[in-house]
C-alpha cells in the first residue's frame, strides 16, 4: 500500500521464447498484473471500477530492457502512480530480479478513463469520486492529479 | 470451404518456449484460430453469432503431440465438425507441417451453446436456424447432429 | 509439499477474453505453472533438471471446463503424479475458485523425458536418479512409476 | 518487399481481453510478426540470422494506441527499418485497419545483436555481412546505417 507498491512474480516457463529469456512482450503484461495489484492494495479495485462502468484502457506504452529475465527468476515490480487527472493516468514502472536486485526493465503507461457502453471519454472525478480520490492522494514526484483541469 | 477446412499459418518467435519448440498451449490456440476459419468459410461467421447473442465456449479440449513445431514452420490445421446439436458441436483438428506434410499434433475441442447475457444454456437451432442449419450439414462421418435429441 | 501441491494465483486481465471469461487456453498454461510448483515444492526443480541436459515436454494434454473464471478471481489447482516411469510421467490437476471452493475445471497432461541436445529418449532413472526417485515416491492412486518397465 | 513491407492478417478471439477489444500487449507481439516478415521478404530471414550464431533482441518498445482493435478486425501493419548500424537497430510500425483504412497504432522497437551463446554485443557488419548490407540499404528517412560508427 502507498505510493509505491511492490508486486513480485515468479517468471513462468511458457514466458519465455526459444532465445532461453523471457519474451519482451511478457513484461507488458506484467505491468499491468502490477498495476492492478496497485490500484487494489491501495483500495481503488479495478473490478470495481468496472463494475461502476468505467474502463481504463491503455493509451500507450513503453518499456526499456536493461538485462534478461529467465525462467525460474522471481521478478519484482515497483509501481508508482504519475499523473491522474479526470481524464488520464499515468504509472510508471520498474521491474528487478528479486533476489539479485538488478534492474531488468523500466516502463511506463498511459491510460484514459472511458465508460464501458459507449467507450466514449468520461470525467473520473465525476464518475469515479472515490477511487479518483484514492488515486490522486498517490500521484508521486509532486505531481498532483490536475495538469488536465486547466 | 466444405466439411473438411484448412488453415495454414505460420509459426511466430513469441509462439516458441525456451525448449526452442512451440509452446504446447499454443496449439490450443490455433484450433481455435482454425475452428473460427472452418465457421466463416462455411458461411457461419462466429462474429454474427455473438451478434445474435449467442456465445460457443469450450467445455472440453485436448491435444496429443506427435513431433515439434518450431520458429520458421508452417502448419497446416485440418478441422472437421464432429458432431453439432442444438446444445452441442465438437471439432476435430489434424496439425501438419505444411512443408513435409508431417503430423504434428491431434486435437478435439467440445462446445455449448450459451446466451451471452445470461451465460444460460440455449437451443441452437431455435436461437441460430441458419448456422445451426450449416453446420449441421457439415458434421463428418456419419453423426448427423441429432444425438442429444432424443 | 507431498502427493499433491496446492498452487495458487490471481487470474490476471490479460488472461480474460471478449466473452468475459479466462480464455480456456490459459487453463492449459495453469496446469504448467502448477507442475513446475509441485516438482519444486517437492526438491525436483525443473530449473535443475534441465541443468542436467533433461527436458520434459508435454505429450498431450486435456482439460474439461466445468464453470467460468473472471478476472478477479483467485484460482487453486491441486496437482498430483498420477505415474512417472524411466521414460514418462503423468499429472493431474483440478482448478478451484479459492473463495468458493467450486470446481473449475479438470485437467491431465503427459510428458516424456528427452535429451536437451538431441530431443531423443532418455530413461530418467539413469539420467535423473534422485529426481526420479524423489517423483516416484510421490505417485498417487497406488501407481508406483513402474508401469513401463516390464 | 522493400523500405516498407505491409504484413496483413486477422485478429484471433484468444487476442482480445473483457474490455472486448484486443489487448494492448498483442500490438507488441504484432510488431514482431511484422518485423520478421520484413526481414523474410527482404531475404534476410531472422532463422538464418540465428542459424548463424546471432541473436537480436529487443532493446525497447513502445506503442502509441489510436482506435480498438476488435475480433474479426483485419489489421495492416507497416514496418520500416528507421535505422541500421553494425550495433542496433530500430523499426517503426504503423497498424490500421485493414478495411477502413483507420489508424490503430503506431510503435518502434530498437534491437542490438548479440551472440547466441555468449550474449555479448557483436558487429553485425562483420558477423552478418549479408544480411546487414541488406538491411542497411533498406533504412528509411535519410538514416543511413552509420550513426554509430563514429
Not at 491522474?84 to 516502463?107: I, K, N, Q, V
Given at each position: ?6 508486486y ?12 532461453g ?6 513484461y507488458i ?5 502490477a ?5 487494489r ?13 468505467v474502463?481504463?484502457?491503455?493509451t ?6 536493461r ?15 504519475m ?13 528487478y ?18 465508460d464501458?457502453e459507449?467507450?466514449?471519454p ?8 472515490e ?20
Amino acid at each position: 500500500m502507498g505510493a509505491e507498491v511492490e508486486y513480485i512474480r515468479r517468471v513462468y516457463y511458457y514466458e519465455t521464447d526459444r532465445m532461453g529469456i523471457v519474451h519482451h512482450s511478457n513484461y507488458i503484461r506484467w505491468m499491468e498484473e502490477a498495476r492492478i495489484e496497485f490500484m487494489r492494495e491501495n483500495g481503488a479495485d479495478y473490478e470495481v471500477v468496472e463494475k461502476k462502468g468505467v474502463l481504463i484502457p491503455v493509451t500507450g506504452v513503453s518499456c526499456t530492457y536493461r538485462r534478461s529475465a529467465f525462467f525460474g527468476d522471481t521478478v519484482r515490480v515497483c509501481v508508482r502512480l504519475m499523473s491522474c487527472t479526470g481524464a488520464r493516468a499515468a504509472f510508471s514502472y520498474r521491474m528487478y530480479d528479486a533476489d539479485s536486485g538488478e534492474l531488468l526493465a523500466e516502463g511506463e503507461s498511459g491510460h484514459c478513463f472511458i465508460d464501458s457502453e459507449t467507450h466514449r471519454p468520461v470525467n473520473a472525478r465525476r464518475r469515479l469520486p472515490e477511487e479518483y480520490a484514492t488515486l490522486a492522494a498517490l500521484v508521486s514526484e509532486g505531481q498532483e492529479g490536475e495538469s488536465d483541469r486547466k
